[in-house]
């Protein structure tokens, strides 16, 4: 079994708060993350004694999800936000390939531990590494990605981020950049 049931709820006061749920393979562990989107997360594992009964147990989560008013937000109400890191080089060397694992790895941990979201995709083209997170708050993922590229020593003068609405890829906006003004290209 893989797969992951992630949902959200904003309360009457408008903060958003995130349940998701995944059977841990390795472990064999049925596994609930929550929390309010932006903050560390909060997580319970439960064992389990065999694989058949993961189906009941993600249906009985879905199920609860549905009843307390949490919901998948679709790809299109979400944001494109992109970390880009200026390069030396127009290709890219074997460095900046693993900059760029390295980026990724640390991005997903730190958006997914915090409900922001998902890393997509990244890409090396014309000396800049993008790499293209669906995230349901975009402020809240800026603030997170600056906090992971700096925490992680990945080069944080370098880093411009950008965001934009899913339907809309070519209306990208800077969120931060380490020179005022400068504008955002892929």
């Given amino acids: 079994m893989s797969g992951i049931i992630r949902t959200y709820k904003r309360d009457e006061d408008a903060v958003l708060h995130f349940r998701e749920a995944w059977y841990d393979d390795e472990f064999k562990q049925f596994v609930v993350n929550h929390g309010v989107v932006g903050h560390q997360s909060r997580t319970e594992e439960s064992d389990v004694e065999d694989d058949d009964s993961v189906e009941g147990l993600m249906a009985a989560f879905a199920a609860q999800c549905g009843e307390d008013g949490y919901a998948e937000i679709p790809d299109a109400e979400q944001f494109w ?10 290709d890219g060397t074997e460095r900046d390939r ?45 603030n997170a990605i600056k906090v992971c590229i700096r925490g992680e020593d990945l080069d944080f003068t370098k880093l411009s981020i950008a965001a934009s609405p899913h339907g809309a890829p070519g209306e990208f906006k800077v969120k931060h950049s380490p020179k005022t003004g400068a504008g955002f290209t892929l």
Avoid: H, M
């Fill in 81 to 90: 936000v992109v970390a880009q890191i200026a390069l030396k080089t127009k």
């Fill in 98 to 142: 693993y900059l760029e694992r390295k980026a990724k790895a640390a991005l997903a941990s730190e958006l997914a531990w915090r409900g922001l979201g998902v890393v997509d995709r990244s890409e090396i083209a014309d000396s800049k590494l993008n790499i293209f997170c669906l995230c349901p708050d975009v402020n809240k993922a800026v």
